[in-house]
């Protein structure tokens, strides 16, 4: 049997740790799958110090990112999206209003966002205000206001008189 060797996750493992985190493995895991897959390197002082600095920048980064997501987010919580959609007099929808057309009304405004931020379970199927939860950030939750509205049908143009 192959005797355990220390190794450090370059990679989150499912089943074995996140990225950063110091294993034993099996040397033969870790010789067959970790390293050719470059998830994992061998424990030495320098990897060590390696990894902890890896750990600061992750660190940084992942403060700059809250950082910027809460003032997206502050930048939402003022907005309420309209999408105006086709409809008929009882005010039912021919289709529905999901997450690209949420999107697409936010983009338009300025404001670019990840379909991955959204959180919609369901497309709006009905005209009226809705909620969608937003996650900006794994800290970084909130809500935005869409507006469903009918769309307005343009007007046939007079005939111009001969």
Do not use: W
Not at 52 to 81: D, G, I, P, S
Not at 103 to 117: F, R, Y
Request: proline share 6%; charged share 35%.
């Amino acid at each position: 049997m192959g005797k355990p060797i220390e190794v450090i996750l370059l990679e989150d493992v499912e089943g074995l740790g996140r990225s950063g985190d110091a294993c034993k493995v099996k040397a033969g895991y870790a010789r067959n799958y970790l390293f050719p897959r470059k998830a994992a390197v061998v424990m030495t002082p320098g990897t060590k110090r390696l990894i902890e600095k890896k750990r600061e920048e992750a660190a940084a980064r992942l403060a700059e990112e809250k950082k910027a997501a809460e003032a997206l987010l502050k930048k939402l919580e003022k907005v309420t999206v309209t999408c105006p959609v086709k409809a008929n007099e009882d005010g039912r929808l021919f289709g529905s209003v999901g997450a690209p057309e949420i999107l697409a009304a936010l983009a338009a405004k300025g404001i670019e966002m990840d379909k991955k931020q959204l959180v919609i379970y369901e497309p709006f199927k009905a005209l009226g205000d809705h909620e969608v939860t937003l996650h900006l950030h794994p800290e970084v939750h909130g809500h935005l206001k869409v507006k469903v509205v009918a769309e307005k049908k343009a007007e046939p143009a007079p005939e111009a008189a001969e």
